[in-house]
């Protein structure tokens, strides 16, 4: 076998990034890439530091955006009955804060500044059980909304910042492997 390059793996070592040799001393491809190594040959990592700190940045993206996304749960809200009447019950409800793919009338931010401007309107949505219901949005829980969702994706982008600052700064494998955000 002719080797050209090897980059070590957790399981084995990918030579001429092509041919996967297990870590197993019995194999005779394995004993060449030994002896290559012997020899002076430079084994490389299997992914460059950089290579990791763009993968690990997006991670930390994706759950940044996955929880900006998250639904808010800690608001009540007046039940409003079949015919379209606010009954006294109040109930936790669900507030979608992503975009539907499908229905551009469900957008966070419409439904928001639409209640604000109105003072009051039906919302679609479904109790912390998951069983549909119809709330009465105010202005008053609208504006609550509109702050904490602010507040919350703010938030999430700081946290991020600093992690993708510290990544930025890793100088190491090992020092990129301890930075975590919390999911």
């Known amino acids: 076998m002719d080797i050209e390059s090897v980059k070590k793996s957790k399981n084995g070592y990918l030579v001429n990034e092509l041919i996967f040799i297990p870590l197993d001393e019995k194999n005779s491809d394995y004993k060449a890439v030994q002896k290559w190594i012997v020899e002076g040959g430079i084994v490389e990592p299997e992914f460059s530091l950089n290579e990791i700190k763009n993968k690990k940045i997006a991670e930390i993206k994706s759950i940044r955006d996955q929880k900006n996304i998250a639904p808010l749960t800690d608001y009540k809200a007046f039940l409003i009955d079949d015919e379209g009447n606010k009954i006294a019950q109040e109930s936790y409800f669900l507030f979608y804060t992503n ?3 499908l229905n551009p009338a469900s957008d ?3 439904i928001i500044s639409r209640t604000i401007e109105l003072g009051s309107m039906p919302y679609f949505t ?3 059980e ?5 709330i009465e949005l105010t202005a008053e829980i609208a504006s609550l909304l509109k ?3 602010f507040e919350r994706n703010n938030n999430n982008h700081k946290v991020s910042g600093v992690v993708e600052e510290a990544i930025n700064n890793a100088k190491s494998i090992e020092e990129l ?3 975590q955000l919390e999911e």
């Open 108 to 110: 966070p931010e419409s």
């Open 177 to 179: 492997e301890a930075i």
């Open 147 to 149: 702050q904490r969702i």
């Open 99 to 101: 975009r539907h793919q």
């Open 130 to 134: 998951g069983k549909k219901i119809t």
């Open 126 to 128: 479904k109790n912390l």
